[in-house]
């Protein structure tokens, strides 16, 4: 086996545990993801454990159903400038992807929020933030107020007031979130 060969079978060997640990992260069951998917929860069980083979049908599929790229799934390797890629991290039981690089600038990122009962610990902090939800639910509280905000509803405020976002309980949901910190600002139009 040459080089190329290995590193693609070394590459297909690690799908399964990395589609089991997007499931588990997400707090979808096998049913959900073969009731989403159409693909059969047989089928799913025996991609995670490795004891089927990925082909690209299946796993664009899987990738269209996690809204992650196919890259993610089989853990292709980096080509080119590595600040072009930014990794998602874990904070809290949340996935949170890096949308921008300025350090000092706006920051974006993609959070996902998976299923989970947590008790709400409001913090404050210096700053702005802009929460649009992509799809599920999400609870925000701000201050005294609790909301529930869902797919295409936006939440802005002051990070000054106590605030906290996560699960309703019920669902993963995924959010776009825009933080800016004091003497930051963003244009804002309207088209």
Do not use: C
Not at 38 to 65: C, V
Not at 113 to 133: F, N, Q
């Amino acid at each position: 086996m040459d080089d190329t060969s290995a590193r693609i079978a070394a590459a297909l060997d690690g799908v399964g545990s990395r589609l089991k640990r997007l499931r588990t992260q997400r707090g979808t069951t096998l049913t959900a993801l073969a009731s989403s998917t159409g693909i059969s929860k047989s089928t799913l069980s025996r991609l995670e454990n490795g004891q089927r083979r990925p082909t690209l049908e299946l796993l664009l599929a899987l990738s269209q159903a996690y809204r992650v790229p196919l890259d993610d799934l089989v853990g292709a390797p980096e080509v080119g400038d590595p600040r072009i890629r930014l990794k998602p991290g874990r904070v809290k039981g949340r996935t949170i992807i890096p949308l921008t690089r300025q350090p000092d600038g706006v920051q974006a990122w993609k959070i996902v929020v998976p299923t989970s009962k947590t008790t709400p610990e409001p913090r404050a902090h210096d700053g702005h933030e802009w929460i649009y939800v992509l799809s599920g639910r999400i609870r925000l509280v701000l201050d005294n107020q609790d909301w529930i905000i869902g797919p295409g509803e936006v939440a802005e405020f002051d990070t000054q007031v106590p605030h906290w976002f996560g699960s309703t309980g019920h669902e993963p949901a995924e959010i776009l979130s825009i933080f800016t910190r004091p003497g930051e600002s963003m244009t804002h139009r309207t088209i």
